[in-house]
């Protein structure tokens, strides 16, 4: 099983950036797609962006769509969420998480491994 452990969160003003970092361990993430989500309090974990296994491919979630961008390396075992122009409704607890399928998935329940999570405060 591969494990995860997210970085890079923080509390920054509308308008702002951050780049999100996941770091993979015990087994290589070429062999899984990759996906990003986040839980704000009180909701549900939702779905932000995902990319395959190459990295040739990607989706988001229509509140993101522009802003962020997926990215992975996988020679550094290593997968990005950069976020730009952020608003305060981003703000929540921010998780990597992996999946063995092929094709790119957007479902909690898809995903086989998790991170602990990594808080993103904007303030307005």
């Known amino acids: 099983q591969v494990q995860l452990v997210e970085s890079g969160g923080g509390l920054v003003q509308a308008g702002g950036s951050l780049r999100l970092s996941c770091a993979a361990s015990g087994r290589t993430i070429s062999n899984y797609g990759m996906g990003w989500f986040r839980q704000a309090p009180g909701k549900e974990r939702e779905f932000v962006a995902t990319?395959?296994?190459?990295?040739?491919?990607?989706t988001y979630a229509d509140s993101v769509e522009g802003r962020f961008t997926i990215s992975r390396d996988n020679d550094q075992n290593m997968v990005y969420l950069q976020m730009n122009s952020l608003k305060p409704e981003d703000t929540a607890v921010y998780y990597c998480?992996?999946?063995?399928?092929?094709?790119?998935?957007?479902?909690?329940?898809?995903?086989?491994?998790w991170g602990p999570g990594t808080q993103v405060t904007v303030s307005a």
């Open positions: 998480a992996a999946h063995s399928s092929r094709y790119l998935r957007r479902r909690v329940f898809d995903y086989d491994a």
């Open positions: 990319i395959s296994r190459s990295g040739m491919s990607t």
